[in-house]
């Protein structure tokens, strides 16, 4: 779970993914936080390996939770935010 939250896009925002020899790229750019003008962008990238990255742009969120995790054999981290997410 790379980044939850109530996103929209707008006439600016992409989703994208892409294939490489050694990974496959998901991306959002610039979705904007519901009922708020903004921009947020984070990617998820699969590795052939059976690892994964989260990558993350701006991020601004400010009215709406935010949920960031992962869940593997035996741990889980999650990261939780009500007022504000910014890496």
Known sequence: LPFWTDLIRDNNSKMLAKSFNDKTVFGWYDMREFNRASDNSFEVILWTNDNFEFRYGALDIINH?????EVGSGS???IRNRKRFGL
């Open 65 to 69: 939770d935010v949920l960031v995790g």
């Open 76 to 78: 889980s981290v999650w």
